[in-house]
């Protein structure tokens, strides 16, 4: 694959799986407007996956296709942050029963919408034209992402006991998989030098400022922490991937040759 593709997955995939795990509170939202505002989030993600996997299925050419690169790659295949796979809940097995947690849903979209917006920013920039009129759209979409889950990291910080523990607790458990964001894999690196990606790394000064602020403003303590770094991005993944992909895949996979 060229690198323009590996980086476009790479996008694409992230887009996906947010998508389909904030999908997963539809109906079992708090309350109705937030059932109603999460479906509207994962909407906007499978909107952009969908661009860029068409994209990138032009890229690949012969008889790729959006849906073959959605719902026919296995879980190695995917280059997503491994943070975007993991369920709605503490740190369990992809099998295990639990609630879902509403602080744990909120935390993950707010440390990726506060890395996105940058990401869209800069890739307005990028010498592929049809990347940076996805990341132009995709921009106005994550900077309204972005202010729903800052809004209530808030809330949920300085609110109740309850709910700062649940927030602090998200924090603590999801926090340490954003250091994935900050090594550059082979597919970025190259999409990077080719005038087609964004250098991720060179963004984190200012994500770490803006997520000291919403964590102070939320009196919310940001947790020290060293250890492995996930590499979803380079198709090692966790456990929840599969269990994700099995849910995703399901019915196009079993009516390969369906139309609608």
């Not at 904030?22 to 509207?40: F, R």
Request: glycine residues 6%.
């Amino acid at each position: 694959m060229s690198t323009l593709n590996d980086y476009l997955l790479h996008l694409a995939d992230n887009a996906v799986v947010l998508g389909q795990r904030n999908a997963e509170w539809c109906g079992h939202g708090p309350v109705l407007e937030e059932d109603l505002a999460l479906a509207n989030v994962s909407l906007d993600h499978i909107g952009q996956a969908r661009l860029l996997y068409q994209h990138a299925a032009a890229v690949i050419g012969g008889d790729a296709s959006e849906d073959k690169l959605a719902y026919f790659r296995e879980p190695h295949e995917f280059r997503n942050y491994t943070l975007l796979e993991l369920p709605h809940r503490g740190p369990l097995v992809g099998y295990a029963a639990a609630d879902r947690d509403y602080a744990t849903t909120i935390v993950r979209n707010f440390l990726y919408s506060a890395l996105m917006v940058m990401v869209w920013d800069k890739l307005q920039s990028s010498s592929d034209e049809t990347l940076a009129a996805i990341a132009a759209k995709s921009l106005k979409e994550t900077s309204y992402h972005l202010h729903h889950a800052r809004d209530w990291l808030i809330r949920l910080g300085d609110g109740t006991e309850e709910s700062h523990a649940r927030a602090q607790a998200a924090v603590n458990h999801l926090l340490p998989y954003t250091e994935e964001f900050w090594t550059s894999s082979e597919a970025e690196r190259a999409a990077v030098a080719a005038g087609v990606g964004v250098d991720v790394p060179a963004l984190r000064a200012d994500w770490d400022a803006l997520v000291n602020e919403t964590l102070a403003e939320a009196t919310l303590t940001r947790p020290d922490f060293q250890g492995y770094i996930t590499e979803g991005k380079v198709g090692l993944h966790s456990e929840h991937l599969s269990f994700l992909l099995g849910e995703m895949q399901g019915l196009a996979r079993a009516h390969p040759n369906a139309s609608w």
